[in-house]
């Protein structure tokens, strides 16, 4: 390894910090317009009901998304990625065998992970069954 895997290194952690920042910088800059929307209607004298209220929310970025949902959604995209992930590992090994393995691991990683999220999807659907009682 020399000088150029660190700097992808470097590069790649780089991408990532400034990934995480700029969503926790979008999140705030949300927040504060929801907040100063909300101080303009009472400086107005605006009446602040509920619903106008949660209709600000629903605005400012939350949601009612049901988390069963979410689950199946993530883990309908993940076990195709997997599945992509074995073939590229089947097909790299051919070329480069010290490959085949660790790509093959990635893979049962990520399908144990989609697994995982629609075995989440089964249970938290009964969450919201039960509620619904």
């Known amino acids: 390894m020399g000088i150029g895997a660190g700097l992808a290194a470097i590069a790649f952690w780089g991408f990532v910090a400034v990934a ?6 979008d999140n705030v ?13 009472i400086e107005s004298g605006q009446p602040l009901d509920e619903a ?3 209709k600000l929310a629903i605005l400012g970025g ?5 988390h069963d ?3 199946l959604v993530t883990g309908i995209w993940l076990l195709p990625v997997a599945l992509g992930l074995a073939l590229f590992g089947f097909i790299l090994g051919s070329q480069v065998p010290d490959a085949k393995l660790p790509i093959l691991g990635v893979a049962v990683m990520v399908s144990c992970i989609g697994f995982g999220c629609l075995l989440g999807a089964r249970i938290t659907k009964k969450w919201y ?3 619904l009682d």
């Open 52 to 54: 106008l209220i949660q």
């Open 129 to 131: 069954l039960t509620d």
């Open 69 to 71: 949902q979410a689950f």
């Open 20 to 25: 995480v920042y700029a969503g926790v910088w």
């Open 29 to 41: 800059r949300k927040r504060e317009a929801q907040h100063e929307t909300l101080r303009r209607l």
């Open 62 to 66: 939350t949601s009612d998304i049901r």
